[in-house]
């Protein structure tokens, strides 16, 4: 059984930084892709970023240039910077990840809010 456990959520103000960590446990898989997703109250959740087993990134609109999404194979863990956070960016993050027979797999989700 694979398992994504999410870290590094929390409170911050806007114009603020942090750093999400996802690290895969469980039985070892073949990594296709991993990404990030966010789901804010009263809204659908949405892409946030996503990274391949090649290393080409795709990101949101409303991030792109913010927020930087990276791994760490041989650790097997994802991590997306948040840089010059706004209000909107509020949400629960959760990190998946597809294996390359395109089985997905989610975390729980780590709960980023700014402060007013």
């Known amino acids: 059984q694979v398992q994504l456990v999410e870290s590094g959520g929390g409170l911050v103000q806007p114009g603020g930084s942090l750093r999400l960590s996802c690290a895969a446990s469980g039985r070892h898989f073949s990594i296709f892709s991993m990404g990030w997703h966010r789901q804010a109250p009263g809204k659908k959740r949405e892409l946030v970023a996503i990274i391949g087993s090649d290393g080409r990134t795709r990101y949101s609109d409303s991030v792109k240039g913010r927020f930087t999404i990276s791994t760490d194979s041989a650790k097997r863990t994802a991590y997306l910077q948040l840089n010059s956070l706004k209000p909107e960016d509020t949400a629960v993050y959760y990190c998946?990840?597809?294996?390359?027979?395109?089985?997905?797999?989610w975390g729980r989700g780590t709960q980023v809010t700014l402060s007013s």
């Open positions: 998946n990840a597809h294996d390359q027979g395109g089985v997905e797999y």
